[in-house]
């Protein structure tokens, strides 16, 4: 699925109509640049599970909770350097529990994911390309 976004509102709104299809256990790993609009996407899913917290860059946190219907785990994973920093944060928890794991730059994680939603965001002058598929 391709959506265009003009502008953060519905980049949110994209996140929200993603966000409704998820459920218990789903994994979505979000590609883009800096500022592409990952978090905001992130956002748009707590919303729509409910969540009683606004989603912020985990950057420095690696991973932050956000409770509500369906817990979800927020992780950025662009400081980390090798497959074995994902086992200090502990990784396998989270992975297919009780929650849904949204991944900025999951680059160093995609070889223990056996199935996830792959969420491409880019820019093309005019606003936001979201691109979703099901890997």
Same mark, same amino acid.
Do not use: M
């Given at each position: 699925m ?6 953060a ?12 299809s ?5 994994i979505v790993?979000?590609t ?12 748009g ?9 606004e ?10 909770e956000?409770p ?9 994973l ?7 920093d ?8 989270y992975? =297919? ?6 991944i ?5 994680a995609?070889d223990?994911?056996?199935? =996830? ?19």
């Open positions: 391709v959506i265009k976004c003009k502008n509102e519905e980049t949110v709104e994209a996140g929200f109509k993603f966000g409704q998820l459920k218990q256990g789903d790993c979000l883009g640049d800096l500022g592409a609009g990952k978090t905001t996407f992130t956002k899913i707590a919303k729509a599970l409910n969540s009683i917290y989603p912020v860059s985990p950057t420095f946190n690696i991973v932050n956000y509500g219907d369906i817990p979800v785990y927020h992780f950025d662009y400081r980390l350097e090798t497959e074995n994902l086992y200090s944060i502990d990784i396998d928890s992975l =297919y529990g009780n929650g849904i794991c949204v900025e730059w999951p680059e160093i995609l223990l994911l056996e199935d =996830y939603y792959a969420v491409r965001i880019s820019y093309d002058g005019e606003g936001r390309i979201i691109e979703t598929e099901r890997i």
